[in-house]
């Protein structure tokens, strides 16, 4: 299976038009990006537009569809969350990145803020809080 899993046909369909926080998600753990995209799938105002399994596939996706939000891993292959953040964040300012991590290690959180991710969560964050970050 590719990097990059596109959600465009999900785009209009569970919300209403001008209202929704397009989302992509960033991991290279299929089974966890997968949950996170199933569980946000039944929220009216998000739709997911695209999944990657690497850094390099996630600067891909926000090209081709200027998200409002990528939730990042840090650890990927190809290249890392940081760069990752760093390229998208140079070329498209306006999309917030939300680096959803395992590490708590202030060094890294204070890395990817640097490289231009608007917030810094670790996976242990509630889907509640989750959610709030993604609306913003």
Known sequence: M???QSKNDNIGTNFAPGTETRVVFADDHKIFRQSLVSLVQNEVDICVVG???DGEAAV???RKFNP???VMDISMPRINGVEATRQI???LPSVRVI???MYQDKYIARTMI???ADVFLTKSVSYAELLQTIRG
């Open 114 to 116: 640097e490289a231009g």
């Open 51 to 53: 999944e990657a399994s």
């Open 89 to 91: 964040k140079t070329e």
């Open 2 to 4: 590719s990097a990059i």
């Open 99 to 101: 680096v959803l991590s």
């Open 68 to 70: 409002d939000v990528i």
């Open 60 to 62: 891909e996706l926000a």
